[in-house]
C-alpha cells in the first residue's frame, strides 16, 4: 500500500471491519447456544473437574474478545465517522497490546484442552513434553507479535503462532484418534469407538482450516503486500480478515462441539458373536469404579467401558451374562489381565473425550 492512500483504498480497509464483525456475531451466536447444552449435560454427568472449568474459562475469553473486537468498530464507526480517513485513522491504530491476552488466552486454552486429552491416553511424557513445546511456542510467537512494535514482520510473527497452533491441533488429534483405534483392536471390543474418532476428526477440521487458512494469507500478505486498488488485492484482503474475524468463534466451538455431540450419541445396535444377541452399546463417559463389581461378578471387559441393554431388558441380561460366562471359562488368567489393562485404559480415553 502506497504512502498516498486513496479513499477507495481507505473504505476498503475499513469495510471488512464491520462485516466481519456480523460474520463473528452470528459464529458467537452458535458457539453460545453449543456451550450452553454442552455444559449442561456435563454438570448433569456431575463432571465438574478440569474439563468442565476449562470450557466455561474458554467461553468467558472468546467473548471478552469479541466484545473488544465490538468496542474498537464502535468508536470507529459511530463516534468517528466524520469521514473515511477518520474511520481509517481510527482502525489503523488498533489496540492496546493487553486487549489480545483474551483471544491469546482462549487459543491457548483450546490448545490445552487437546493436549489434555492426548496425555489421559497415552501417558507418554514424550508426547506430553513435545505437545507442550507447540503450545509454548504457540504463546511465545502470539504475544511477541501483540507486545512488540515490528511493522510489517509481525505479519510472519502472527502466522507462525498461528501455525503452530494448527500443528498442535492436527498432532494432538491425531494421536487420540490413533491410540483409540490400537487400543480397541487389541481389547478386541465391538463397539471401535469409529464415532468418537470421526467427532474427533471433523471437530478438528472446524478449527484447522481457519487456522490454515490465516497462516496461508497472512504470509502471502507477508511475502507481498495486498495492493487494495486493485480487485485481486481487495479479494484477498476480505479472506484474510474475515478468516480472522471467525478464528474465535472456531477456536471455542471445535473443543465444546467435541463435549457436545459425544455426550448427545445415541445407543448404537452391536451384535455379540457368541450367541448373535443384538444388544446397544454406549460409551460410558464417568469413571468407573475399581472395586464396583470385584464381589458378585466375574472379571469383565466389557461391561465396565460400555453399558448395554435392549429392548428386552431380561433377554438382554441374560445372554450379556452368559456370553461373559463363557468368555470367562475359556479365556486364559494371562489373556484376561491384560483385557483389562487395556479396558481401563479405553474408559479413561473415552472420559477425556
Request: some cysteine.
Amino acid at each position: 500500500m502506497s504512502d498516498s492512500i486513496t479513499v477507495d483504498e481507505m473504505r476498503a480497509f475499513s469495510d471488512p471491519y464491520f462485516t466481519g464483525l456480523i460474520v463473528e456475531g452470528f459464529g458467537m451466536g452458535i458457539y453460545t447456544m453449543i456451550f450452553f447444552q454442552a455444559i449442561w449435560k456435563i454438570y448433569k454427568r456431575r463432571n465438574r473437574g478440569f474439563y468442565f472449568f476449562a470450557l466455561t474459562l474458554l467461553w468467558i475469553l472468546c467473548v471478552v474478545d469479541f466484545t473488544i473486537e465490538c468496542n474498537l468498530s464502535r468508536l470507529a464507526f459511530v463516534f468517528n465517522n466524520s469521514s473515511p480517513m477518520t474511520i481509517f485513522t481510527k482502525l489503523g491504530i488498533g489496540l492496546n497490546p493487553f486487549l489480545y491476552v483474551p483471544s491469546i488466552g482462549a487459543l491457548i486454552i483450546s490448545d490445552s484442552i487437546l493436549i489434555w486429552r492426548c496425555h489421559v491416553l497415552w501417558r507418554d511424557i514424550r508426547v506430553l513434553v513435545a505437545l507442550i513445546t507447540l503450545l509454548v511456542a504457540t504463546a511465545g510467537l502470539l504475544l511477541s507479535d501483540a507486545l512488540l512494535v515490528l511493522d510489517h514482520f509481525s505479519f510472519l510473527i502472527g502466522s507462525l503462532g498461528v501455525l503452530s497452533s494448527f500443528m498442535t491441533t492436527i498432532s494432538a488429534t491425531s494421536l487420540i484418534a490413533l491410540k483409540i483405534v490400537l487400543v480397541t483392536r487389541r481389547s478386541r471390543i465391538h463397539c471401535s469407538y469409529a464415532k468418537v474418532v470421526e467427532i474427533l476428526v471433523e471437530s478438528a477440521a472446524l478449527v484447522s482450516i481457519v487456522a490454515l487458512g490465516i497462516t496461508v494469507m497472512e504470509l502471502l500478505d507477508y511475502a507481498r503486500p495486498y495492493k487494495l486498488g486493485t480487485m485481486a488485492g481487495r479479494v484477498s484482503y476480505d479472506v484474510m480478515e474475515y478468516l480472522s474475524y471467525l478464528k474465535g468463534p472456531a477456536i471455542g466451538i471445535g473443543p465444546t462441539l467435541t463435549a457436545f455431540r459425544v455426550a448427545a450419541q445415541p445407543s448404537q445396535t452391536e451384535v455379540g458373536p457368541p450367541h448373535n444377541t443384538s444388544v446397544l452399546s454406549r460409551l460410558t463417559f464417568r469413571r468407573t469404579g475399581h472395586n464396583s463389581n470385584t464381589d458378585t461378578q466375574l472379571p469383565h471387559t466389557q461391561i465396565s467401558t460400555i453399558r448395554f441393554g435392549s429392548a428386552h431388558e431380561k433377554d438382554s441380561v441374560g445372554s450379556v451374562q452368559s456370553s461373559m460366562d463363557m468368555q470367562a471359562q475359556n479365556a486364559a488368567a494371562l489373556k484376561k489381565t491384560y483385557c483389562s489393562m487395556e479396558t481401563l485404559e479405553t474408559n479413561k480415553g473415552a472420559e477425556s473425550v
